[in-house]
């Protein structure tokens, strides 16, 4: 016999062994407890034995000649031989619930998993505390002994002599099986749950058994309640078939717009969900972010970005004029040649001034005549009263077509009635039948009997007038100071005769100019006479250019550039150069809100080159304009206003105008406007947003989160720091096994693996198989609170494609697991990888409060092979080569591998297998399970120089191996291996 393979002489042979001076080959043999050899020094001499056995110490009892605590137990739980059930644990004596699965090695006490051997509030057992001065090694408190306060040393270790069960009342007074030390007096046990049930009170007179795999209200664990609408099921609380929840509710993701797809992945403002994703509803196609019909959208008619000139419509895709209207001119616009002066039955043919058109020819209108040329209502005009050419004596008027009558006041430019400009808004009734013609203006009917009003601005302004309401055929013009006409910059209307605005069909008339500072007059006229009421606006302009905008609930946008001039001041800091965008209100339309903002509706960001300030003016509010400077510095020195626009009633509009100033600057700037309520989602300024989600307004209008936060249920929330590649957790590899929780809530989604629902919320962990060796690599997220999914890409981000395990383990997995797993909406993965950089990605259907399990396994040499469950022997096969997987038994020689993975429910048990008689070298055998505490156990010579090894295998899910191996580099060959595995 070889001295490498001296071991020791087992205690029974002892005595014979050292009269012979023999060596005992190794082999499995039971752990004397060092506990009950360091009691027996205490200096307390125990009660003498009846069995002639040393008595055990701290309040253990011998049990089949080990001394235990029938405490913790649970091959003795309150008695010897009293055995608990699987998945319970023995805890004061009693058997129950471990409502905890602990790691290997480490036990559940009160609902924290400790290493009784080393803990010095539990060593050796659960609330077995060690005096002061003492400490906790190898499950025995060892030095000299102080009790804390309420304590009482009992030989070598500290007890609360008021419930300690080996010590109740006094040191040694131990109280029988199934009793409990209450008030330091032994007493019956409280009674106990049957199997599978869980007691949820265990702080109470009697317990509350509940069966934590299907009771809604405890839900795998004491207390954890499932939402409405779901159910618990195998311990977790699921939504109905084809729901998912969603913070406290149970929503069909593929259907629900503010939860598509994913649990807080909200559809754009707009679009639907179908099928789990975003789209545009059945006929509308996605335009600039925005959902339109293509067969009807003017500014997107037929595709996106497809503008219908002016004056033309899109129907069924293609722009072109309405029902009975034609093209005419360039470039082309859309005509009635039944009824436009300009194109009078053909295209360019224009009626001459006063005529119209009525069925595509000019003529004078109904109860006009020809007179010189012009169209005239000889029942009113007192140049031609009666008939053409027929002049009333000065002082009278036509009515009826007889001169008669007194003039107005205002008949003449000398006698204008002045307009009070301290009103933004006013309205001046008239009857024109008695005044003269005096001037006449650039277009249609404007030669007819006229009447003045003259108005002085201060600072440059849009003014509006109309007269709508009257009967007759009116126009309105301007002129200057000096009778000049007034030219009527582009986009604006000095002279009006019929108007088309508001898509009025009337004779009225409506004209609106930016006019500078200084003197004008306004001048009634028109085809024919009588009463009428001028409807007067105005509104700051600023002295910069004037845009004319048509506001809408949709947001636009208007960009430009404040010149250097002031034109405009406010209660606001306006004090820089301005410029400003206008509109119209047509009659009978309803109030509603208006925004306008220079701040990025998405970031926040400042969109003006300097200080800006915002003012809106509307005619009809009066002089309530509403102005804002630096928005509560939302957006820095950007600038938000939001005002009311007042409704308009029959026969009334109003003029509206937002000034873009500067507070001492200048500068280029781009503005958000919008007009009207959102159809959905929370008007937050232009934008639409959605409240619950949108980090920029989160549970509210302009919340920002801050950076690396993002919004969920309306709350800000730190994003973990795992979120992104970059900040990828580094997994250590010295360690068999590594256990992360992490809560993906605020996370966001990166990448997408191979299956399922990996388009989710992901998180990263880095880890590296070292140069030369190849492992197995297996992950679970068995016990999150949410539908996770795993799977594993390369360094690059590439995904890993292929386990390279001849049909067995998972790449990527959303649900079910391994073969036969059977995981719910949990995950596992497993596949054989070789030296590099990976990435394990933890990703899912929703997002919440996950566990990730990590587990790794060195491969051999030699071949790889999956070992099924029972008893079994290998065909022979051989080892050779070079070994590259190292032990404590010696193990430098070639090796082969066989593994296998255990599911969530596997109860674990006793492994064993040999080669004794079944090879002829030095074989090695060790087995490793990650979840074990000692992850490696093995043996070299058991029976001669082969060997056996038998091991405990862990409960619950997770890879393990078996390695065949040499005792050293020169030891390979043939070999059978019987194997009995759980």
Not at 242 to 268: F, H, M
Not at 463 to 478: E, N, P, R, V
Request: glycine share 14%; charged share 10%; net charge negative.
């Amino acid at each position: 016999m070889s001295m490498r393979r001296v071991r020791w002489c087992s205690a029974v042979t002892a005595v014979v062994a050292a009269a012979a001076g023999c060596a005992v080959p190794e082999m499995n043999l039971p752990r004397v407890d060092a506990r009950v050899d360091a009691r027996t020094d205490s200096g307390v001499t125990p009660p003498p034995p009846m069995d002639g056995q040393a008595p055990c110490g701290g309040g253990d009892t011998r049990c089949n000649g080990v001394c235990t605590s029938t405490q913790t137990d649970t091959m003795n739980c309150g008695a010897c031989g009293t055995v608990c059930s699987a998945g319970q644990v023995c805890t004061a004596g009693r058997c129950g619930s471990s409502m905890m699965m602990c790691p290997a090695g480490q036990t559940n006490c009160n609902g924290t998993c400790v290493d009784t051997a080393t803990d010095n509030l539990n060593c050796g057992a659960c609330g077995r505390t060690c005096a002061m001065g003492q400490t906790c090694g190898a499950g025995m408190c060892t030095g000299t002994a102080m009790c804390p306060i309420g304590q009482t040393r009992c030989g070598m270790a500290c007890a609360t002599l008021d419930s300690d069960p080996a010590n109740c009342g006094a040191c040694g007074t131990a109280c029988a099986a199934g009793q409990s030390c209450m008030a330091g007096r032994c007493a019956s046990a409280r009674p106990m749950c049957a199997a599978g049930q869980t007691d949820c009170a265990p702080m109470a007179p009697a317990p509350t058994c509940v069966e934590l795999q299907s009771n809604a209200m405890n839900c795998g664990a004491c207390g954890t309640a499932c939402a409405a609408g779901q159910t618990c099921t195998a311990g977790a609380c699921v939504c109905a078939a084809g729901n998912t929840l969603c913070g406290r509710a149970c929503v069909n993701t593929q259907t629900d717009n503010l939860n598509c797809g994913a649990c807080g992945s909200a559809c754009p403002m707009g679009q639907v969900c179908a099928a789990g994703m975003c789209g545009c509803p059945a006929g509308q196609q996605l335009c600039g972010g925005v959902c339109v019909d293509t067969r009807t959208d003017n500014t997107n008619c037929g595709g996106c970005a497809t503008v219908c000139p002016m004056g033309q419509v899109c129907n069924t895709g293609t722009c072109g004029c309405r029902a009975g209207q034609s093209l005419c001119g360039m470039p082309a616009v859309c005509v009635d040649l039944q009824a436009d002066r300009s194109n009078c039955g053909t295209c360019g043919t224009a009626c001459p001034m006063g005529q119209v058109c009525t069925t595509g020819r000019c003529g004078c209108p109904a109860g006009q005549m020809l007179c010189g040329g012009v169209c005239t209502d000889t029942q009113s005009n007192s140049n031609h009263c009666g008939a053409c050419g027929t002049v009333c004596p000065a002082g009278t008027g036509c009515m009826t077509g007889a001169c008669r009558g007194v003039p107005p006041a205002n008949d003449t430019r000398a006698t204008a009635t002045m307009l009070d400009l301290t009103m933004p808004a006013q309205s001046i009734t008239v009857n024109t039948s008695m005044a003269r013609n005096d001037t006449t203006g650039s277009c249609g009917c404007t030669s007819g009997n006229d009447v003045f009003y003259r108005f002085t601005l201060t600072q440059p302004e849009i003014i509006f007038a109309d007269t709508f309401g009257a009967t007759w055929d009116t126009s309105l013009f301007l002129q200057s100071s000096t009778g000049t006409n007034v030219t009527a910059a582009t986009g604006f209307t000095t002279c009006s005769d019929d108007t088309t605005e508001c898509s009025h069909a009337g004779r009225q008339s409506v004209i609106f100019a930016k006019l500078d500072a200084g003197t004008y007059f306004l001048v009634l006229s028109g085809c024919s006479s009588g009463t009428a009421t001028v409807h007067f606006q105005h509104v700051p302009a600023g002295a910069g250019a004037s845009t004319r905008i048509t506001p809408t609930a949709t947001a636009r946008t208007a960009t430009g550039t404040t010149g250097a001039t002031s034109g405009h001041s406010a209660t606001c800091c306006t004090s820089g150069g301005d410029t400003s965008l206008w509109w119209l209100t047509c009659p009978n339309t309803a109030a509603a809100p208006f925004y306008a903002s220079t701040c990025n509706p998405t970031t926040g960001a400042d969109r003006a080159a300097f200080n800006s300030s915002l003012t809106q003016y509307t005619a009809l509010r009066g002089a309530g304009a509403v102005c804002n400077d630096d928005v509560g510095f939302v957006c820095g020195t950007g600038s938000t206003v939001t005002s009311t626009i007042p409704a308009t009633g029959a026969n009334q509009a109003s003029i509206n105008s937002v000034v873009i100033d500067g507070c001492m600057a200048m500068g280029a700037y781009s503005v958000d406007y919008a007009l009207g309520l959102c159809t959905s989602g929370t008007r937050c300024g232009t934008a639409c947003v959605d409240t619950v989600g949108d980090p920029n307004h989160c549970g509210g209008c302009d919340r920002r989160c801050p950076a690396g936060q993002s919004c969920r249920m309306g709350m800000c929330s730190a994003a973990p720091p795992n979120d992104q590649p970059s900040g990828a957790v580094t997994i250590d590899m010295t360690a068999p096994q590594s256990l992360f929780t992490v809560d993906t809530t605020a996370a966001v989604n990166d990448t997408t693996g191979s299956c399922g629902c990996t388009s989710g919320r992901d998180v990263f962990y880095n880890f590296t198989v070292a140069a030369g060796r190849s492992e197995l690599v297996y992950a679970d997220t068995i016990g999150s609170m949410f539908d996770t999914s795993l799977f594993v890409q390369t360094s690059a981000g590439v995904n890993v494609a292929s386990t390279n395990l001849a049909g067995q383990g998972s790449v990527c997995n959303d649900d079910g697991g391994l073969t036969g797993c059977a995981t719910g909406s949990q995950s596992q993965i497993l596949l054989r990888l070789e030296a590099g950089s990976y990435r394990l990605v933890l990703s899912g259907c929703a997002a919440g409060r996950a566990n990730l399990r990590f587990q790794h396994i060195a491969i051999g040499n030699g071949s790889l092979t999956l070992l099924p469950a029972g008893a079994t022997t290998t065909a022979s096969t051989s080892t050779s080569g070079t070994g590259r997987v190292t032990s404590t038994c010696g193990s430098g020689g070639a090796e082969n591998t066989y593994y296998w993975f255990t599911c969530a429910s596997h109860a674990g048990g006793a492994f064993g297998a040999s080669t004794c008689s079944r090879a002829s070298w030095d074989t090695s055998l060790a087995q490793v399970s990650p979840a074990r505490a000692t992850a490696t156990v093995c043996n070299d010579d058991a029976c001669g120089t082969q060997s056996t090894v038998n091991a405990t295998i862990p409960a619950g899910a997770g890879i393990h191996a078996l390695y065949v191996d040499g005792f050293s580099s020169a030891s390979s060959g043939t070999y059978t291996v019987s194997v009995t595995r759980p």
